[in-house]
């Protein structure tokens, strides 16, 4: 990846928290137009990375730059160049959709007929337009949501960083985010987008990284990371006893996932011995299929744990 093309360019980033380490030293380049997902699991270190890239949170080391603009040296520029959609709603319940969008504007250094025009192209990128001139105190949690993501945008930056934007919202206004985020990088947005929602991930992103314990442990498309990190194998369905066959199977290559009679073997080779070995016991095969890989077998290969999902 070219780097002068790099929106966001984050190198040894790292923060510790007294002893704790919540983020290492992440080294992460984002290229002009993409959209990458950032996953990990709970506590892995996503909001501390993010937050230091926006800078909200003070590193303990590295460097972060937004459109080469150095966000601790030069934050005026960088944070120009930046719009942050926080995991906790920053919006104030008393004041309405507009007047809320009209204080977002105000520092980010917008006035007068362009802040009027930017809150309403931001109401209508947010569907509220109709909604506008109600308290935030009337709105549903989906709606809150995008208010949140409208304040972000309002100022039109390069880089979008949304840190699980779709989390407890209804599934129209997660529609509703998803189509956005899409149409703000046609409008050459790029985005930065944290999530545990798989399908979201695997539709929209260009990119993942993956963090764990603090640490990025992986990064690259969809297809990279399945082709390096497993979750690739065959799915071989038997007749017989299955308890007998996949103790055979398992002798030979492991682990065997699956349950009953689905032996969910990895990717091995020589395969016939794996197969005689299940026969040997009496079992039948009846089918076997190969089993592309999906990033909830790279997440789980790599951090040990499932993406929530729900
Ligand atoms: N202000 C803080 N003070 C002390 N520890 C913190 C602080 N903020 C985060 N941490 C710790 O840093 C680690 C990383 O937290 P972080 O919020 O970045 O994780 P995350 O990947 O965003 O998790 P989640 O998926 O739950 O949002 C955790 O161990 C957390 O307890
Ligand atoms: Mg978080």
Redesign the pocket.
Known sequence: MPAMASVLALAGLG?D??D?R??DAVDLEIAAGTIVGLL????????????MASGV?TPTRGTALVDGHDVWRAPRLAKRALGLVP?ELALYDELSARQNLRYFGRIYGLAGAELGARIDWALGVAGLADRADDPVSQFSGGMKRRLNLAAGVLHKPKLLIL??PTVGVDPQSRNHIFETVRSLRGEGMTVLY?S?YMEEVEALCDRVAI?DH?KLVAAGTIDELVTSHGGEGLDVEISGDAPSARAAAAALASPIGGDGAILRLPEIQPLAPVLAAIEATGAKIKSISSRRGNLEGVFLALTGKALRDE
Request: proline share 4%.
């Open positions: 923060k928290y007294g704790r919540a983020v990990g699991p709970n506590g892995a270190g996503k909001t501390t990375t993010i937050s949170v995991q840190d699980e944290t545990h963090m603090g």
